[in-house]
């Protein structure tokens, strides 16, 4: 029986999902804090200054005349956001912090999903000219261009995201309250059947809370890992190419063929992920504000 992890196809897309990083392999378990990605932080790193930069330029040019095609695009952007904002969280002054983030979170994420469009061996092949990756112990021999198929970044974003539902939850349940719900919601009794539903209430909460944290970095590091493995798929067809042979060739249309089809499809998954990240960040700072 053949090997697959010795095969070169297995090799390669084995090469292309280990991180840049400070131990110079792949991570072995999920939960390791001693592993820093840095390529991860570089591009998100990169692609949130870009953004900052962007809505930065956007506001210092803004005029209350004519507007110009960027202003538009911008307050057209701004209003669409705040919209959903106005419908999903009762507060205005919640509303006043929250639509500004989650125009951010939309586009950043946006921008990172995008990385995923670039040709899998660009880098590589822009590292290798360059002569800081082309063997192993090389500085940069490994590489990984999207943040968002690190399950750091979906995972340390949707972090950020419970630490805003904590805080609105306290903020306006004040910490009496937001405490009484815990042990109280969702089944209500009183006297001593409060006490014994006391506990379940609190583990329910508390699974919700992980629930909800978890679903949302998994679900777009889940979307963005299962596109970059099937660009590497097609990346593999051109890797086939043996010369000006009826195989060769077939395999090479196959490829342009296949990967402009997904780019286009993954054109729609790249800003479909940033937009459901986007309204689940404003849905749950929203229920912050509901009671059981």
């Not at 509303?95 to 921008?111: D, G, H, M, Q, S």
């Not at 800081?132 to 340390?156: E, K, Q, S």
């Not at 974003?157 to 004040?174: A, E, R, T």
Request: glycine share 8%; charged share 10%; net charge negative.
């Amino acid at each position: 029986m053949t090997d697959v992890v010795s095969t070169p196809q297995s090799e390669y897309i084995q090469h292309h999902l280990v991180h840049l990083n400070n131990i110079g392999e792949k991570q072995a378990v999920i939960a390791n804090f001693d592993v820093i990605n840095y390529d991860s932080l570089f591009w998100s790193i990169l692609m949130g200054a870009i953004v900052v930069y962007f809505l930065w330029r956007a506001a210092s040019r803004a005029t209350t005349d004519v507007p110009g095609r960027f202003q538009m695009s911008v307050e057209m952007l701004a209003g669409m956001v705040h919209e959903e904002a106005k419908g999903i969280i009762p507060n205005e002054t919640t509303r006043k912090f929250a639509a500004p983030l989650a125009l951010t979170v939309f586009l950043w994420i946006t921008l990172m999903n995008a990385l995923d469009l670039i040709p899998v061996d660009f880098i590589p092949w822009i590292l290798k000219m360059t002569g800081l990756g082309a063997h192993h112990g090389d500085p940069l021999y490994y590489h990984r261009i999207l943040p968002t198929a690190d399950l750091n970044i979906p995972m340390g974003m949707s972090l950020g995201v419970l630490v805003l539902m904590l805080y609105y939850g306290i903020k306006i349940k004040h910490p009496g309250g937001f405490v009484k719900e815990l042990f109280t919601a969702p089944f209500h009794a009183h006297g001593v059947a409060a006490l014994i539903l006391a506990p379940f209430n609190f583990l329910l909460n508390l699974i919700e809370y992980a629930a909800k944290c978890v679903s949302l970095g998994m679900r777009l590091f889940g979307n963005m890992y299962a596109g970059e493995l099937l660009f590497m798929l097609i990346a593999l067809l051109g890797g086939a190419w043996t010369g000006m042979n009826a195989y060769s060739l077939s395999l090479g249309f196959g490829h342009v063929l296949a990967g402009a089809a997904w780019a286009i499809f993954h054109i729609l998954i790249v800003l479909l992920q940033a937009f459901i990240f986007m309204m689940l960040t404003l849905v749950y700072v929203g229920q912050a504000h509901e009671g059981h």
